[in-house]
């Protein structure tokens, strides 16, 4: 039974699913690093909020993890690099607090415009001070929206209903989409110049980190109100509290901050400062939104491996996850193949799919073939890391779909070059799903490549079968299954054998000996 921790406070609902779905769980939440680290050896599966920080040493004590589930949207806080190396799948859900977190940031927005958490306080505290808080209408205003995806847009929706006029920067936001959106789509100056109000919904990345600098700041418009439901980091700070200080803005809401939790900020007391702790996705909807969808997406790969929303892996349902698992078993023992007996580094590899594999989604296919191939170079490599690693050592990867009748109903090619040129096997599915070999290195051979097996290449000649067979017997090699195939009658053959044990050096030399003998190694399945 796979095994998940629940590290951040959750809806009881994920436990519920994970339970009900044959998933067993604990949930433990506000641990330190090193009491993670000292228990996360033990999962499977951990699923987060933002208060767990995945980082790479956490990954290292992570020894069975095989998914990160993240109950929300940003993954700033999961080292996804780290994560792919190791094979680990991170998911996100990317829908299910978008709604609940725009209306926050438009909650923010009034909240600024009539400075009611101030106004609030003042009353609540037995001042009536009724020409305090003067206040601007959200009508007819301008709001800049920096990033405008899927929060982006319910808040431009919202803004567009209040009657405000709304300009967009995001240099993905097409035209088309923006039309739909009906915002206008500026650049970064523009939008710096003209909003009234300006509303981040980026991700925090290395392009969007201190998009709101001390510099860009002070090109906003006098008096503009910014509002952050997006990520701390995404705004200078300290220029934030001296814009503030100095009136150039007017209000500033934040519901996230450079470092959280936020206990002390030197932004906490400025005039026309509103705060809330990370509230953004915090609602009973929201909640029950994405504890139910990270509990269905985890247990979906940890029991079926269906993979949807993942960030380091190309989706597959939990509908296509056991029709595709007899071709990705096969994609993967041809990868392995063709990796143990190629020689010299790889520089491509062509995945060609015929009949019923070439109607299916590929991507799983070619994943497994590249975990089989590199399985030679890395022990820990599987279908998440694997195109990475081919990434980092400049393989390049070619899928190609045939729509033709080949002899076979279904059938995947995998050629890789080398220094010696292109080695090719493929191999085929019987009618009770099991992978078999059908060509290896142009020879029409069929086999199972299972367990240890023994590969060797000889002059096809006669007495060499019993030969081979005398020497195994005298060394106490039992045979399961024995291949045979040929190019040309007196030409070059191939044999694979399975045997019960691995065939260590001395049997290789041994089988290398015999008369015709070109090659003899020691094959893994
Ligand atoms: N406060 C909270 O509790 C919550 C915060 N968030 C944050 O909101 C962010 C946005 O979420 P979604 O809208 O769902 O993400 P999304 O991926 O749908 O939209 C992000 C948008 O940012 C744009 N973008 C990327 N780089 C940009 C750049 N350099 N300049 C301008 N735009 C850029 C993208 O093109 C995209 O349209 C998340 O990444 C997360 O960090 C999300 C949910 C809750
Ligand atoms: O889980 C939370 O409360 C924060 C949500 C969030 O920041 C996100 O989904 O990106």
Same mark, same amino acid.
């Given at each position: 039974?796979?095994k998940?921790?629940?590290? /951040?406070?959750m809806?009881?609902?994920a @436990?519920?699913?994970? #339970?009900? #779905?044959?998933?067993?769980v /604990?949930?433990?939440?506000?641990?330190?690093?090193?009491?993670?680290?000292?228990?996360i050896?033990e999962? /499977?599966?951990?699923a987060?909020?933002?208060?767990?920080?995945?980082?790479?040493e956490i990954l290292?004590?992570?020894?069975?993890?095989? =998914?990160?589930?993240?109950?929300?949207?940003? =993954? /700033?806080?999961?080292?996804?690099?780290?994560?792919?190396?190791k094979?680990v799948?991170?998911?996100?859900?990317?829908?299910?607090?978008?709604?609940? &977190?725009a209306?926050?940031?438009?909650a923010?927005?009034?909240?600024?415009?009539?400075?009611?958490?101030?106004?609030?306080a003042?009353?609540?505290?037995?001042k009536?001070?009724?020409?305090?808080?003067?206040? $601007?209408?959200?009508?007819?205003?301008?709001?800049g929206?920096?990033?405008?995806?899927n929060i982006?847009?319910i $808040?431009?929706?919202?803004?567009?209903?209040?009657?405000?006029?709304?300009i967009a920067?995001?240099p993905?936001?097409?035209e088309?989409?923006?039309?739909?959106?009906g915002?206008?789509?500026?650049?970064?100056?523009?939008?710096?110049?003209?909003?009234?109000?300006?509303?981040?919904?980026?991700p925090?990345?290395d392009?969007?980190?201190?998009?709101?600098?001390?510099?860009n700041?002070?090109?906003?418009?006098?008096g503009?109100r910014i509002?952050?439901?997006? #990520?701390?980091?995404?705004?200078?700070?300290?220029?934030?509290?001296?814009?503030?200080?100095?009136?150039?803005?007017?209000?500033?809401?934040?519901?996230?901050?450079?470092?959280?939790?936020a206990?002390?900020? @030197?932004l906490?007391?400025t005039?026309?400062?509103?705060?809330?702790?990370? %509230?953004?996705?915090?609602t009973t909807?929201?909640?029950?939104?994405?504890?139910?969808?990270?509990?269905?997406?985890?247990?979906?790969?940890?029991?079926?491996?269906g993979?949807?929303n993942?960030?380091?892996?190309?989706?597959?349902?939990?509908?296509?996850?056991?029709?595709?698992?007899?071709y990705?078993?096969l @994609?993967?023992?041809?990868?392995?193949?063709?990796?143990q007996l190629? +020689?010299?580094? %790889?520089?491509?590899?062509?995945?060609? &799919?015929?009949?019923?594999?070439?109607? %299916?989604?590929?991507?799983?296919?070619?994943?497994?073939?590249?975990?089989?191939?590199?399985?030679s170079?890395?022990?820990?490599v599987?279908m998440?890391?694997?195109?990475?690693?081919?990434?980092?050592?400049?393989l390049?990867?070619?899928?190609?779909?045939?729509?033709?009748?080949? *002899?076979?109903?279904t059938?995947?090619?995998?050629?890789?070059?080398?220094?010696?040129?292109d080695?090719s096997?493929?191999?085929?599915?019987f009618?009770?799903?099991a992978p078999?070999?059908i060509?290896?290195?142009?020879i029409?051979?069929?086999?199972?490549?299972?367990?240890?097996?023994l590969?060797? =290449?000889?002059e096809?000649?006669?007495?060499?079968i019993?030969?081979?067979?005398?020497?195994?017997?005298?060394?106490?090699?039992?045979?399961? &299954?024995? +291949?045979?195939?040929? #190019?040309?009658?007196?030409?070059?053959?191939?044999?694979?054998?399975?045997? *019960?044990d691995n065939?260590?050096?001395? %049997?290789l030399?041994?089988?290398?000996?015999?008369?015709?003998?070109? &090659?003899a190694?020691?094959?893994a399945?």
């Amino acid at each position: 039974m796979p095994k998940v921790l629940i590290s /951040d406070k959750m809806d009881p609902k994920a @436990a519920e699913i994970f #339970r009900a #779905r044959g998933v067993e769980v /604990d949930e433990i939440t506000g641990k330190t690093p090193e009491e993670l680290k000292a228990i996360i050896g033990e999962y /499977d599966g951990l699923a987060i909020r933002s208060s767990t920080r995945v980082t790479q040493e956490i990954l290292d004590a992570a020894t069975n993890m095989k =998914v990160i589930g993240r109950a929300g949207i940003g =993954v /700033d806080n999961i080292d996804i690099p780290a994560a792919s190396a190791k094979g680990v799948v991170v998911m996100n859900t990317p829908f299910g607090n978008s709604i609940t &977190t725009a209306e926050h940031a438009i909650a923010l927005m009034f909240a600024l415009a009539r400075q009611l958490p101030q106004a609030d306080a003042s009353t609540q505290a037995g001042k009536w001070e009724k020409s305090k808080f003067m206040g $601007v209408e959200l009508t007819a205003k301008t709001l800049g929206l920096i990033g405008a995806g899927n929060i982006g847009g319910i $808040v431009a929706e919202r803004a567009l209903g209040l009657r405000m006029k709304v300009i967009a920067y995001d240099p993905f936001l097409t035209e088309e989409r923006a039309i739909e959106l009906g915002v206008e789509k500026v650049n970064l100056e523009t939008l710096l110049a003209r909003a009234d109000f300006i509303t981040l919904h980026t991700p925090l990345t290395d392009q969007t980190r201190n998009i709101l600098s001390a510099e860009n700041l002070a090109k906003t418009k006098k008096g503009v109100r910014i509002i952050n439901c997006a #990520r701390g980091g995404l705004i200078d700070e300290a220029a934030l509290k001296q814009g503030l200080e100095s009136g150039h803005i007017a209000g500033a809401a934040l519901d996230v901050y450079a470092t959280e939790p936020a206990k002390e900020n @030197a932004l906490f007391g400025t005039p026309n400062f509103i705060s809330t702790p990370h %509230l953004g996705a915090s609602t009973t909807e929201a909640q029950v939104n994405v504890a139910i969808q990270v509990a269905e997406q985890m247990s979906d790969y940890l029991v079926s491996g269906g993979v949807t929303n993942a960030l380091n892996m190309p989706s597959l349902s939990a509908e296509e996850a056991p029709r595709l698992k007899p071709y990705m078993a096969l @994609a993967e023992k041809l990868g392995s193949l063709v990796g143990q007996l190629a +020689h010299g580094p %790889l520089k491509s590899v062509a995945i060609e &799919t015929e009949g019923a594999a070439a109607e %299916l989604n590929q991507k799983p296919i070619t994943g497994a073939v590249l975990a089989g191939l590199m399985r030679s170079y890395s022990d820990t490599v599987n279908m998440v890391n694997a195109p990475f690693l081919a990434k980092e050592r400049g393989l390049d990867v070619r899928e190609v779909r045939h729509d033709r009748e080949g *002899d076979y109903h279904t059938m995947i090619r995998v050629t890789v070059n080398t220094d010696e040129g292109d080695r090719s096997v493929a191999g085929t599915l019987f009618s009770d799903a099991a992978p078999r070999l059908i060509e290896l290195f142009g020879i029409k051979v069929e086999a199972d490549l299972v367990g240890h097996m023994l590969y060797v =290449v000889n002059e096809d000649r006669p007495g060499f079968i019993g030969s081979l067979g005398s020497l195994l017997g005298e060394e106490g090699i039992n045979i399961g &299954t024995f +291949h045979l195939g040929r #190019r040309a009658a007196g030409g070059e053959a191939v044999l694979l054998l399975s045997i *019960d044990d691995n065939a260590g050096p001395d %049997l290789l030399n041994k089988v290398k000996a015999l008369p015709g003998v070109k &090659t003899a190694m020691a094959l893994a399945f």
